[in-house]
């Protein structure tokens, strides 16, 4: 049995993957059962916005396994895979296929949303900054659009399980621990002022999404006067 080991997930990677998978159950359920969950629907379609963000971030500054340039799908590197010459670790090109069209996916509901209302009591926090009609047309691509989302995570889960039970690697366990079984170098890089500009960057852009920014909406005018007789 090889028991050597190295490390490939990176802590921040690992914390963004969890939170996102909570914050999207969370969104999910929220979207679904409506109500006065609309209200921390909103709230955590901004949590996803700095999420995303931070992992854009991260994806350009953060370890070996976790940029961007690691792993993108390029035509050369899916033929590879295809011919069964891909052996480098992390995702593969098809797994990063998967994981850019689920960043895409999620990235656009996540700002869509931002504009949407739900044609109740709800607006999203930019919803002033669009207008009505545009609202209308982003909420109901927001609802179109999460059709897409929900296939694409489950063949996110169908791969996952395909992974663990016939090709005998468990991706969940390396995604908890950040350590994969087999030769391959330590991933490198990502080190502290790295993950402090991650930071700073998605905390903006959380502001930036809750629209706290805005100016407030002025007072409605008084009521008028009704005459006594």
């Known amino acids: 049995m090889n028991s050597k080991?190295?490390?490939?997930?990176d802590l921040p990677t690992r914390l963004f993957h969890w939170l996102l998978v909570l914050a999207i159950i969370a969104a999910i359920v929220s979207g679904q059962l409506g109500g006065n969950l609309i209200v921390w629907h909103g709230?955590?379609?901004i949590f996803i916005v700095g999420l995303v963000v931070f992992r854009l971030i991260w994806g350009l500054l953060g370890s070996?396994?976790?940029r961007f340039a690691h792993f993108f799908p390029s035509p050369a590197r899916i033929k590879a895979y295809l011919r069964g010459e891909w052996h480098q670790p992390g995702h593969n090109p098809l797994g990063a296929l998967s994981v850019f069209a689920l960043l895409g996916l999620i990235t656009f509901q996540a700002v869509s949303g931002l504009f949407a209302n739900d044609d109740i009591?709800?607006?999203g926090p930019l919803y002033d900054l669009v207008g009505r009609d545009l609202s209308n047309r982003l909420s109901g691509l927001h609802h179109l659009v999460s059709n897409g989302l929900y296939v694409l995570i489950?063949?996110?889960l169908a791969a996952i399980a395909f992974y663990g039970h016939i090709k005998?690697?468990?991706l969940v366990k390396a995604m908890?621990?950040?350590?994969?079984?087999?030769e391959?170098?330590?991933a490198r890089g990502g080190g502290l002022v790295a993950l402090v500009v991650a930071l700073l960057v998605a905390a903006a852009a959380i502001y930036g999404a809750s629209g706290a920014w805005l100016p407030e909406p002025p007072p409605p005018p008084p009521a008028a006067e009704t005459p006594s007789w």
Not at 176 to 182: D, K, L, Q
């Open 5 to 9: 080991h190295f490390r490939l997930w």
């Open 43 to 45: 709230r955590i379609g």
């Open 64 to 66: 070996t396994y976790a």
């Open 121 to 123: 009591a709800f607006n």
């Open 154 to 156: 489950a063949l996110h």
């Open 168 to 170: 005998k690697k468990n």
């Open 176 to 182: 908890i621990s950040g350590r994969h079984e087999g």
């Open 184 to 186: 391959g170098e330590d």
